[in-house]
């Protein structure tokens, strides 16, 4: 059962990989069990609880990013660091990784929040990420087609000088991550920096790169390629 | 000087009585830097002598500094400025909560709040950048924390950060908290908005904190050296608590509890503390299993995930999933730390029914008593309510003042079984009106009211601090006269960790000794714990720059349960830390260069303008007897040892009474009296708080 999980998870991550070195273009995350984050030495324990929002990982060029929101404390600094980084200045609401919108009541606040989701109920809050999708609505949405993929990073990636901030790309992306920055007028959007895992003080958020994700399977008994 | 970064800029100031709302300038404060020192000055030019807390015309300061929002590690906390209803002077005090609503309040575009006036209805205040209003808030009027700030929420929206008062700050409570964001609370001022009528404020704001222009990328350098070489644990304790194949010491007291095969149990799936090495940023975060420290090993498998303030990479809060709070009618989820789990217990003074102080009874207690406690706004006075609570029973004087038939109505027996069900009971009766809710006074004004005696007074254990009548808190058993000296200082408990993190840091003492003579001139300013020696200058040395530095922490805004970092985890480092790492921030924040020594300087004068503002308010410059008094169980406890003999804490009246002349004389102040001289006001760039003190005849 462990072993079809992780054979499941390689298969998905390698065929997404294919597609990605194919068609230059990313695409949506792959929910994470227990067995496959004890592989990736993200979690010890076995013991998940269904109900609970799942880890999830994306395949981005560079690597993979796992996001686990069991481990996310709330304290923001994803946020912090990502606005530090890319604009010189914090706030949350132009921080590329998203998590203080989800703090209070979740994704959604409803007459049961003292039971549901956010810091008013349960605890969980789930740090959302930029899925650099293989079909980036953000990108087509834009009039002025100021995001296209970068060549190196292979981040869709703004390009600020077309940028007019008309927030067609927040409202065409069903996540609603980028955000139109209301001081300088223009789209922030996820560059795949990776300051935000980087900087992460519990690991809920991580990159891996392909070569440690590679050492990690071959440790383990499986391989990738 | 190019364009000052850091602070927003505006302070708003909102009108209750009149209800006007206009916005000032902050950088005419700029030399206090914000948070305390903004609330000190405006409390001390405008507020006049011998007002009382309640009164109209007292004034409620809600500031924060400039690393506020700026993301500096541990800059979550929101300093609140007023008149101290517990003081028996209702002389100035602060209170402090952590969460989102200081970086929101920056956000929303202002570095601090100051209300005035009191509204004749009951309002809130709604802040969405620049448009703030008053409110009605008459439907509000009577609900918990919890049930106002979702309320709140559902006009402001999901993001909107909201504090509140419960019906402990309604009914003008001396010991009423202002809470934000479920369990972040502020002690001491809620009954104060309770008396302005002012409910509730939500924050919502769009506008970013700025760093000086260049400095993003020497930002992220800093923070990177913070976090891996600087940072330990809750309280910066440096080493962890077991044994580690990583760690060259390790001691049972440190909060750097993680540990391979211990969990936060109750996360989805479970989530080990590990081992977490010095060095390692990425998990900084895991290093302080909290719940099991503060609720013991039963509370591992009950921990959803360690919680904290916004920006803290140290979560000293445990968030807890406990579905035996929903026999009482709660939801099934608790989260606290320290004080607030601890000070529900001391109210079961019968111990609890399973008979194990760490067993799931306690923990029942403790999360229930601390969400109570929250959503009441009830403030534990530095745990001192239970120490109340336990003096008035078991002396009999609870039974004698209160009128029999609300004696009778109480449900001791609860208590009398260790039923945790008493801690509906006993925050129940507290916030209604009957003369149990006097307990909610405060030690001097119920001894005032009730005649506790000098048995309370005198007793070892029920901790009650001076003349001033608050708890102890890192006191002589924390330092011996450091400790004390601290404790002297304040209005409130001296909610002052400077000294207590560098002592608890875990470190054997010898190196402890070591970092003391670096840092203050002689090793002889630390004595070993429990074997003390006579006061000498580098202890005076000690506790100045401690209390300094708690000033410093108050104002700029970071915190001192965890800052400053005189110690750090880092064997290269022979366990150095970096006392210069606020003024490096402070740089890089404001764009204004500035060293330790320019900042310990401005601290030194927010401490000066602390004690002016005490002088005004007491309106005697007799310090040293009127306020810097010592009880005289500092004194007479272990009858049968001298001070300074090894295994006891006790202290030398005289060789005290030396401390604080020394103290003074590192101030700078009349060594007499203990009153800041016109000289070193206006060393300070004090002038007009001389010329004011003059005024009122209270210069040395």
Not at chain 2, 11 to 35: A, F, P, Q, S
Request: aromatic share 8%; with cysteine.
């Amino acid at each position: 059962m462990l072993q079809r999980e992780i054979e499941d998870f390689i298969e998905k991550v390698r065929s997404r990989r294919e597609f990605l070195k194919m068609s230059g273009k990313g695409i949506a995350g792959i929910t994470v069990t227990t067995s496959v984050l004890n592989l990736m030495g993200c979690s010890n324990t076995e013991t998940a609880n269904q109900d609970a929002p799942k880890a999830a990982a994306f395949v981005i060029p560079t690597g993979l990013i796992v996001s686990e929101p069991n481990k996310c404390t709330g304290c923001q600094r994803c946020e912090m660091v990502c606005t530090v980084a890319n604009d010189g200045k914090i706030h949350p609401l132009i921080s590329r990784v998203k998590i203080a919108r989800n703090f209070n009541y979740g994704k959604e606040m409803t007459d049961n929040y003292r039971e549901e989701n956010g810091y008013y109920g349960n605890f969980v809050m789930t740090p959302e990420t930029c899925h650099q999708c293989e079909d980036a609505k953000c990108a087509a949405a834009c009039p002025q087609k100021a995001i296209n993929q970068n060549e190196t990073t292979k981040a869709w990636t703004v390009d600020k000088d077309k940028c007019v901030g008309c927030g067609a790309c927040t409202a065409a992306c069903p996540w609603n991550m980028p955000t139109v920055d209301p001081e300088t007028s223009k789209s922030t959007k996820c560059i795949l920096c990776g300051a935000c895992a980087d900087n992460c003080i519990t690991g809920a958020l991580k990159f891996i790169p392909w070569e440690k994700f590679e050492a990690m399977l071959r440790r383990n008994g499986y391989r990738l390629s | 000087m190019a364009n000052i970064t850091g602070w927003q800029g505006s302070l708003l100031r909102v009108n209750l009585t009149t209800g006007n709302i206009k916005t000032e300038d902050t950088m005419k404060y700029k030399d206090l830097i914000g948070g305390a020192g903004i609330g000190y000055k405006i409390i001390f030019d405008e507020v006049p002598q011998g007002t009382k807390a309640f009164d109209e015309a007292n004034k409620v300061v809600i500031a924060v500094g400039p690393l506020t929002g700026t993301a500096a590690p541990c800059s979550g906390r929101t300093n609140i400025t007023s008149l101290g209803p517990t003081n028996p002077y209702h002389a100035i005090t602060d209170s402090h909560m952590g969460g989102n609503f200081g970086a929101w309040l920056k956000f929303a575009g202002y570095d601090g709040i100051i209300i005035e006036g009191a509204s004749k209805t009951p309002v809130w205040l709604k802040i969405e950048d620049d448009k703030v209003s008053i409110e009605d808030a008459s439907s509000l009027w009577g609900k918990g924390t919890i049930d106002t700030e979702h309320a709140i929420n559902e006009i402001m929206g999901k993001e909107a950060c909201v504090a509140s008062i419960g019906p402990a700050g309604e009914k003008q409570k001396n010991l009423a908290s202002i809470v934000n964001s479920v369990n972040h609370s502020a002690g001491g001022h809620g009954g104060i908005l309770g008396a302005k009528k002012l409910k509730a404020i939500g924050i919502l704001g769009k506008r970013s904190v700025h760093l000086a222009d260049e400095n993003a990328q020497e930002w992220l350098k800093l923070n990177e050296y913070m976090m891996k070489d600087i940072i330990g644990a809750n309280n910066q304790h440096v080493v962890p608590s077991t044994p580690q194949p990583w760690a060259e010491y390790h001691n049972p007291g440190s909060r750097w509890t993680a540990q391979l095969g211990l969990f936060w149990g109750a996360a989805n799936p479970p989530v080990e503390t590990g081992e977490c090495a010095a060095g390692d940023k990425n998990k900084v975060g895991l290093r302080t299993q909290k719940a099991v420290f503060d609720l013991g090993p039963i509370a591992e498998e009950r921990t959803v995930k360690m919680g904290g303030c916004y920006s803290c990479p140290i979560r000293c809060q445990s968030n807890m999933y406990m579905p035996e709070l929903e026999k009482y009618g709660l939801t099934p989820y608790a989260t606290s730390t320290c004080i607030n789990y601890s000070s529900p217990a001391s109210a079961m003074l019968k111990g609890f029914a399973d008979g194990d102080t760490k067993g799931m009874d306690a923990m029942i207690v403790k999360c229930l008593g601390s969400r109570l406690a929250d959503d009441y706004g009830i403030w534990s006075n530095y745990g001192q309510l239970g120490r109340d609570f336990k003096f008035a029973y078991t002396s009999g004087k609870l039974k004698e003042v209160l009128p029999k038939e609300e004696y009778n109505s109480i449900n001791f027996d609860l208590m009398e079984k260790g039923d945790p069900a008493w801690m509906v009971e006993y925050y129940g009766n507290l916030i209604k009106d009957g003369e149990f809710s006097h307990l909610l006074d405060g030690p001097y004004w119920l001894d005032q009211r009730w005649n506790f005696g000098k048995e309370y007074w005198d007793g070892y254990g029920y901790n009650v601090w001076s003349k001033m009548a608050y708890p102890k808190h890192h006191s002589n058993e924390a330092g011996a006269q450091v400790g004390a000296l601290i404790n002297v200082m304040f209005n409130r408990d001296a909610n002052s960790h400077t000294h207590m993190n560098f002592i608890g840091a875990g470190l054997p003492i010898e190196l402890l000794k070591e970092i003391a003579g670096e840092v203050w001139g002689s090793p002889d300013a630390l004595d070993a714990p429990k074997n003390y020696t006579p006061m000498n200058e580098y202890k005076a040395k000690f506790a100045k720059w401690s209390i300094d530095r708690n000033f410093l922490h108050d104002s700029i805004t970071l915190c001192n349960w965890v800052w400053p970092m005189t110690v750090s985890p880092s064997k290269s480092r022979n366990y150095r830390g970096d006392t210069a790492l606020e003024s490096k921030f402070f740089s890089l924040a404001t764009g204004i260069e500035t060293s330790e020594k320019d900042l310990d300087l401005m601290s030194e004068r927010i401490a000066t303008l602390h004690r002016a503002a005490t002088i005004k308010n007491m309106n005697t410059i007799d310090m040293r007897n009127e306020h810097d008094t010592i009880p005289n169980w500092v004194f007479d406890v272990d009858p049968d040892m001298k001070p300074f003999t090894e295994g006891t804490v006790k202290l030398d009246r005289d060789d005290m009474q030396l401390a604080l002349t020394m103290l003074y004389k590192e101030y700078g102040w009349d060594e007499k009296t203990g009153a800041p001289t016109r000289a070193a006001l206006e060393r300070l760039g004090l002038k007009d708080v001389a010329d004011e003190l003059e005024k009122l005849n209270l210069l040395p």
